[in-house]
């Protein structure tokens, strides 16, 4: 049992350090993760669920903002993606905050296939991100389940 | 619309996630929940204190008003203050803190994010200092041009976003001084 702990924990602390190095994650989450403790054990996933409903509900803004036959007005657009860079931001979703950053200037230079582009990128990497976290809390529930302890991983 | 509401009792933390339809009741519970966090008196308050005798007044309970209209920013904020011994409450956009302190709570700190719906961070802080607000105030800015806005407006800092735990760390422990 012990054995497989380790490797599990092994596994745990190679995947979390590969989400920083590939630009996934960045310092912000670190924060995040250091308000998880035994009274708030899901928090880190709370926040982070409350993040992915965000983009859901700001990605279908922008979507709908971009469809308008006729003008589409940009500022619309705009304030969805800035809602979106600030929450990215503050959960250390590194990836989707530099999109943000890109898709705000299409926007203040009212570039249309810049936006659309930018649009469907948020929407591969929000998701592309969820899809890691998941396997990254799917890991941390083995450790437990095997009787061993999520291990702090010190990403520098 | 969710509505987050902290509910304290021995530090366990209850959070209602409500419906559109539950707002007015939402509303009342969390009057209910600052007043008796925030608004009661301490014990050496109420005790009458012989003139020229000086009492130092101590916070009890350290409140802190988090207005932001992103719920993760939100929770996040929350995790932070109650990391750091604090009670958090929750406005979504600046009416909604103006509104409270409308309705007579008080709050040690104040973080108040800059674009909101209904109305922003530095209209928010405008009003507050307007009615007599004294607590401290501290804009949390996307970027720099911000900040002038909010020193204006009566601001006491700006932070800029995204806000980290020893940003949150500092204040309370500035207040916790004063």
Same mark, same amino acid.
């Given at each position: 049992?012990?054995?497989?702990?380790?490797?599990?924990?092994?596994?745990?602390?190679? =995947?979390?350090? %590969?989400?920083?190095?590939?630009?996934?994650?960045?310092?912000?989450? /670190?924060?995040?993760?250091?308000?998880?403790?035994?009274? %708030?054990?899901?928090?880190?996933?709370?926040?982070?669920?409350?993040?992915?409903?965000?983009?859901?509900?700001?990605?279908?803004?922008?979507?709908?903002?971009?469809?308008?036959?006729?003008?589409?007005?940009?500022?619309?657009?705009?304030?969805?993606?800035?809602?979106?860079?600030?929450?990215?931001? %503050?959960?250390?979703?590194?990836?989707?905050?530099?999109?943000?950053?890109?898709?705000?200037? =299409?926007?203040?230079?009212?570039? =249309?296939?810049?936006?659309?582009?930018?649009?469907?990128?948020?929407?591969?990497?929000?998701?592309?991100?969820? /899809?890691?976290?998941?396997?990254?809390?799917?890991?941390?529930?083995?450790?437990?389940?095997?009787?061993?302890?999520?291990?702090?991983?010190?990403?520098? | 619309?969710?509505?987050?509401?902290?509910?304290? @009792?021995?530090?366990?933390? @209850?959070?209602?996630?409500?419906?559109?339809?539950?707002?007015?009741?939402?509303?009342?519970?969390?009057?209910?929940?600052?007043?008796?966090?925030?608004?009661?008196?301490?014990?050496? !308050?109420? *005790? *009458?204190?012989?003139?020229?005798?000086?009492?130092?007044?101590?916070?009890?309970?350290?409140?802190?008003?988090?207005?932001?209209?992103?719920?993760?920013?939100?929770?996040?904020?929350?995790?932070?203050?109650?990391?750091?011994?604090?009670?958090?409450?929750?406005?979504?956009?600046?009416?909604?803190?103006?509104?409270? @302190?409308?309705?007579?709570?008080?709050?040690?700190?104040?973080?108040?994010?800059? !674009?909101?719906?209904?109305?922003?961070?530095?209209?928010?802080?405008?009003?507050?200092?307007? #009615?007599?607000?004294?607590?401290?105030?501290?804009?949390?800015?996307?970027? !720099?041009?911000?900040?002038?806005?909010?020193?204006?407006?009566?601001?006491?800092?700006?932070?800029?976003?995204?806000?980290?735990? *020893?940003?949150? @760390?500092?204040?309370? *422990?500035? #207040?916790?001084?004063?």
């Amino acid at each position: 049992m012990d054995a497989l702990v380790a490797q599990l924990q092994m596994q745990y602390r190679n =995947y979390t350090v %590969s989400l920083y190095q590939q630009g996934f994650l960045d310092d912000q989450f /670190t924060e995040l993760k250091k308000l998880q403790d035994d009274a %708030s054990p899901d928090f880190v996933a709370e926040v982070l669920s409350l993040f992915f409903e965000d983009c859901v509900k700001l990605i279908g803004n922008m979507a709908r903002a971009l469809d308008q036959t006729g003008t589409v007005d940009f500022s619309q657009v705009g304030a969805s993606v800035h809602q979106l860079k600030g929450s990215s931001s %503050s959960v250390g979703a590194k990836r989707v905050k530099g999109l943000c950053v890109t898709f705000k200037e =299409y926007c203040e230079a009212n570039n =249309y296939e810049g936006c659309v582009r930018c649009l469907q990128q948020v929407d591969i990497e929000y998701k592309a991100l969820q /899809t890691k976290l998941q396997d990254m809390f799917n890991l941390e529930k083995q450790i437990i389940q095997a009787g061993g302890k999520v291990p702090q991983v010190d990403i520098n | 619309m969710l509505l987050f509401i902290p509910f304290l @009792y021995n530090s366990i933390q @209850y959070i209602a996630h409500i419906q559109d339809k539950h707002d007015q009741l939402l509303l009342i519970l969390s009057v209910i929940v600052v007043k008796c966090c925030c608004s009661s008196k301490s014990k050496e !308050e109420e *005790e *009458e204190v012989p003139a020229g005798q000086v009492v130092k007044k101590t916070f009890k309970k350290l409140c802190v008003l988090v207005v932001d209209d992103d719920r993760s920013c939100r929770s996040l904020y929350m995790g932070f203050i109650q990391m750091r011994g604090g009670f958090p409450y929750m406005a979504e956009n600046g009416e909604e803190a103006v509104n409270l @302190y409308r309705d007579g709570q008080t709050f040690n700190l104040i973080l108040m994010d800059n !674009e909101m719906p209904v109305m922003n961070g530095v209209s928010a802080t405008k009003e507050l200092r307007d #009615l007599g607000v004294t607590s401290m105030i501290v804009g949390l800015t996307s970027h !720099e041009d911000e900040n002038s806005g909010f020193m204006e407006a009566g601001a006491d800092h700006c932070l800029a976003k995204p806000i980290t735990f *020893e940003n949150i @760390y500092l204040l309370i *422990e500035q #207040l916790k001084d004063e």
